[in-house]
């Protein structure tokens, strides 16, 4: 049983990781927390959703769409919310306030428009498992830890090896001596929401086929942000680690001691990170942690 | 001259009308009044409503076949709108202004438990309808309201009939449990499940807990499936249970799984799809027993083919309960009709015979059981 669980802990973690990822991103730009992140996956979800089975679209377009479209709403927030606070210089504690106020604000909008009820995903696969020496691994899973590998890969490749990846981490270490340099700052800030916000629309999307679809879906963003922290805010790697680990320590603490206490063990654990070790396993900074 | 011309006007008119309500009431002796609370305005009208047409179209049927005790029956409905304030204003109304004997209603614990303690205090007698806590007939402290009956059966119950037909019908010796340590409701149902199970000889091999909201229940279910248990104890509500039942067909978990009425939706078949198959639930007897039928047709012709919800079943019920005891008492006095409505030791319904346990109120009475097969909801029997 204990190969079970861990596979069943890795599935859970690995949609864990595509969110922290994006929590780093913009954590190691910006210096705050992004609240409104698992929203944004939330809306990925929704759109994924109608996509599929409203418009009948089949599902790689379904899922390019949905993508697109959390990463669109990304930037766009970021546009409306936050651009005005950084370039007033306001403290950082504003920006996180204004993202709780667009996680409210998404969440009500859905609520409002869609309803609260829960949605289901049309079945594109049957509920399928292979079986391997006893261990039974879903489909689904083995489809969603591909795909969040494949796009964390894909973000190593973007951030270590390309133009973009480099201006990033110029802005991300100095903004101003960055922009003093020739970067345009807020054209890549644009594009670090848009990445942000495509992560979390594909975790969405994932979310959505595993379980279900409600209006509160971003709400499992809070075990992501967890994970980033003890991961070292603002470190990629650090975020796809701690998000494997909780992943896994849920789901052990479930099986064999309480899923009553599950919630009461990750927690804790975030203290314990705050408390003895603030830059997590990764971090490098210990400022303004938030 | 003018005012006091009015004045005098006023009073004439006045005492006209007093004489005309004073008629009313000499009139109103020929007739029995019950009334009906339930949800008639708002997110939960679609049950209220059918609950009160069912008691209409059941009254009209009564007063054909010549009323009760000679007289004929006048239904009067209001709107509690499923809130406890709500419902216990049109409680006192019903019993102080419209003098009605008893009142039907509602299908909510949080109303019933708020109008119980009024329903002793006016002396009416109150029939709950699917409402399923404990506290409906009894208070805090175990002592009876007097006046509150029900029709339906309580939590507890869905549990015992659960455990029996999975030691009798399904030939279960193990069970598995994942109950939701936040509801009342659900570990209510797997301790008495799990009490009955045992005493029939049964073991729980694998008793494992969650919590509504959390959407991968796989780390437990892992647990059950190393048990391997015959059956599995499932009593979450439906959306939940979609959840649950697709990721144990995932980990290779074939048992069949049991739940109580929180299963009861339409949206569970098209959430889970095949992993339900061939499991089963408890509910409320409904319409999907044959012996609705002629009631069925009846009330689509007379309500332009809507399709009757299991309350339109409660308020037929509960009108030919309270036939059945006024006939028993001989009159048409609440009092009388109390105290037969607690002696009831058989009365026929179309949701089955029932008797009453004169100490807490509750009936006796058989649970539906349904099951899934082919994708759709099918009827496999009352049980008690």
């Not at chain 2, 009323?67 to 006048?74: A, H, N, P, T």
Request: aromatic share 10%; with cysteine; hydrophobic share 50%.
């Amino acid at each position: 049983m204990i190969w079970q669980q861990l596979v069943n802990g890795i599935s859970v973690g690995s949609i864990y990781a595509l969110m922290a990822t994006g929590y780093a991103l913009i954590y190691s730009l910006l210096g705050f927390s992004n609240w409104a992140h698992g929203d944004i996956g939330m809306i990925g979800a929704y759109i994924g959703f109608f996509s599929l089975a409203t418009f009948n679209l089949p599902v790689w377009l379904a899922l390019i769409v949905a993508v697109a479209g959390a990463g669109l709403v990304s930037v766009i927030s970021e546009r409306l919310a936050y651009r005005r606070i950084r370039n007033n210089n306001s403290p950082t504690m504003f920006l996180m306030i204004a993202a709780m106020g667009v996680s409210i604000t998404l969440q009500n909008f859905v609520l409002v428009t869609v309803g609260s009820k829960f949605k289901t995903y049309p079945q594109i696969l049957p509920v399928k498992a292979i079986s391997v020496g006893g261990i039974y691994i879903g489909m689904l899973d083995l489809i969603s830890f591909s795909v969040s590998l494949l796009v964390i890969l894909f973000l190593y490749f973007l951030i270590e090896r390309t133009k973009f990846g480099l201006a990033v981490k110029a802005a991300a270490s100095d903004m101003q001596v960055a922009s003093l340099l020739g970067i345009n700052v807020d054209k890549y800030i644009g594009l670090v929401f848009l990445l942000a916000g495509s992560l979390a629309g594909v975790s969405g999307v994932l979310l959505g086929m595993k379980y279900t679809v409600y209006p509160q879906l971003g709400n499992f963003a809070l075990k992501a942000f967890i994970a980033s922290v003890f991961g070292g805010l603002g470190s990629v790697p650090g975020a796809i680690v701690g998000a494997l680990f909780i992943g896994i320590m849920e789901v052990f603490v479930a099986g064999y001691v309480s899923a009553g206490l599950r919630d009461l063990f990750t927690f804790t654990l975030l203290i314990a990170v705050l408390v003895i070790r603030p830059t997590g396993l990764f971090g490098k900074d210990i400022q303004d942690k938030a | 001259m003018r005012k006091s011309k009015l004045v005098s006007l006023m009073l004439v008119i006045i005492i006209l009308a007093m004489s005309l309500t004073a008629c009313g009431k000499k009139a109103s002796d020929d007739v029995i009044k019950i009334g009906y609370v339930g949800a008639l305005s708002g997110e939960t009208a679609v049950w209220g409503q059918a609950g009160l047409n069912g008691m209409l179209l059941t009254a009209k049927e009564i007063n054909e076949a010549g009323g009760i005790l000679g007289k004929q029956v006048e239904v009067v409905g209001l709107d509690g709108r499923g809130d406890p304030t709500d419902s216990v204003n049109a409680f006192r109304r019903l019993a102080t202004e419209e003098n009605v004997i008893a009142v039907i209603g509602t299908n909510f614990s949080s109303c019933n438990i708020a109008m119980a303690p009024i329903a002793d205090q006016l002396e009416v007698p109150l029939i709950a309808t699917a409402a399923s806590n404990p506290k409906v007939t009894v208070d805090e402290d175990g002592n009876l309201h007097p006046y509150s009956f029900r029709i339906g059966f309580i939590d507890p119950f869905q549990g015992q009939v659960l455990a029996n037909l999975a030691s009798a019908e399904l030939d279960a010796k193990t069970a598995g449990i994942i109950y939701d340590i936040g509801s009342d409701y659900s570990t209510g149902l797997s301790q008495y499940f799990e009490e009955q199970f045992v005493a029939n000889g049964g073991e729980v091999v694998a008793k494992v807990e969650g919590h509504s909201g959390d959407n991968d229940f796989r780390s437990q279910l892992s647990v059950i499936a190393e048990a391997n248990p015959d059956v599995i104890l499932v009593p979450w509500i439906y959306k939940d249970v979609a959840l649950i039942a697709n990721q144990a067909r995932e980990l290779g978990i074939t048992a069949p799984l049991l739940g109580g009425d929180g299963w009861d939706s339409p949206e569970l078949l098209s959430m889970a799809g095949e992993a339900i198959e061939g499991s089963f639930y408890t509910s409320q007897p409904s319409f999907a027993n044959p012996v609705t039928k002629p009631y069925a047709d009846a009330y689509m012709a007379e309500y332009n083919n809507l399709v009757p919800e299991t309350e339109a079943l409660f308020g037929h019920d509960g009108l030919y309960w309270i036939k059945d005891a006024l006939e028993r008492a001989g009159e048409a006095t609440k009092p009388a009709l109390r105290e037969a409505l607690e002696n009831t030791t058989q009365f026929d319904g179309l949701m089955g015979s029932m008797s009453v346990d004169p100490k807490t109120h509750n009936p006796a009475k058989p649970a539906s059981v349904y099951t899934f097969v082919d994708g759709e909801r099918l009827w496999f029997g009352d049980y008690k």
